[in-house]
């Protein structure tokens, strides 16, 4: 936060902290928090005063906290802090390529069309006309028990998503995409099975490190 000079972050509980929904997690500075002092706005259940009393009386939380998320939170923290940090970012850039390039193998698009606009968290493949992607999403789950996203608003039935981020390691995408490959031959369009996992092992070959507390 000092060397982005920020004095608001906040996240959730999901996503690449590999934790359900549920958590709102804030961090603000001394800067910030001095200037809610005189801040307008209306607030009740995220007043930091609250929080800030509670934490004096040594309490810690004005409200029912969520345990269990809290605990899991802990956990996914120190397998970030196990791993390394730039080695999580470095990790989810090579399951984004490596996704990006079975999706070119199997003859489909990316919905993100500029390649500065690819995410190292989810893919959006783009399906043909003739193909309602949440059949997709539906065989997947009912058939092969491989959970993918549907297409939200202006693309719903038109892609679908394979998320690659959270504690998601390079042979369980390898596993997701030779599903995927299957899903695809189920619903009627031609794909050579393995062609997308051939093209994601080879980059995924030349580029996986040794894991650094094993060696």
């Known amino acids: 936060?000092?060397?982005?000079?920020?004095?608001?972050?906040?996240?959730?509980?999901?996503?690449?902290?590999?934790?359900?929904?549920?958590?709102g997690i804030v961090c603000a500075s001394a800067k910030a928090l001095e200037a809610s002092k005189t801040a307008k706005s209306v607030r009740v259940f995220f007043d930091w005063n609250d929080y800030l009393k509670f934490y004096k009386l040594g309490t810690y939380w004005p409200y029912t906290p969520?345990?269990?998320?809290?605990?899991g939170l802990r956990e996914a923290l120190?397998?970030?802090?196990?791993?390394?940090?730039d080695n999580v970012i470095l990790r989810h850039k090579r399951l984004g390529t490596a996704t990006r390039l079975a999706v070119k193998a199997w003859g489909l698009e990316n919905c993100t069309e500029k390649e500065e606009w690819?995410?190292?968290?989810?893919?959006?493949?783009?399906?043909?006309?003739?193909?309602?992607?949440?059949?997709?999403?539906?065989?997947?789950?009912?058939?092969?028990?491989?959970?993918?996203?549907?297409?939200?608003?202006?693309v719903a039935g038109k892609v679908f998503r394979?998320?690659?981020?959270?504690?998601?390691?390079e042979l369980q995408l390898l596993g997701c995409l030779g599903g995927v490959?299957?899903?695809?031959?189920?619903?009627?369009?031609?794909?050579?099975?393995?062609?997308?996992?051939?093209?994601?092992?080879?980059?995924?070959?030349?580029?996986?490190?040794?894991?650094?507390?094993?060696?």
């Open 1 to 23: 936060m000092d060397e982005w000079r920020v004095d608001v972050a906040l996240t959730g509980s999901q996503k690449a902290l590999s934790l359900p929904t549920g958590l």
């Open 66 to 71: 969520s345990i269990q998320l809290l605990y």
């Open 118 to 154: 690819h995410s190292d968290t989810v893919t959006a493949v783009v399906v043909p006309p003739y193909i309602d992607s949440s059949e997709i999403v539906r065989r997947a789950w009912n058939r092969y028990n491989l959970s993918l996203g549907l297409g939200l608003n202006k």
């Open 162 to 169: 394979i998320g690659h981020l959270g504690h998601l390691n």
């Open 78 to 85: 120190d397998l970030i802090f196990e791993e390394g940090l």
């Open 181 to 215: 490959e299957m899903i695809l031959k189920d619903v009627g369009y031609t794909v050579k099975l393995g062609s997308g996992v051939a093209a994601a092992s080879a980059y995924l070959h030349n580029n996986i490190p040794l894991i650094p507390s094993r060696i």
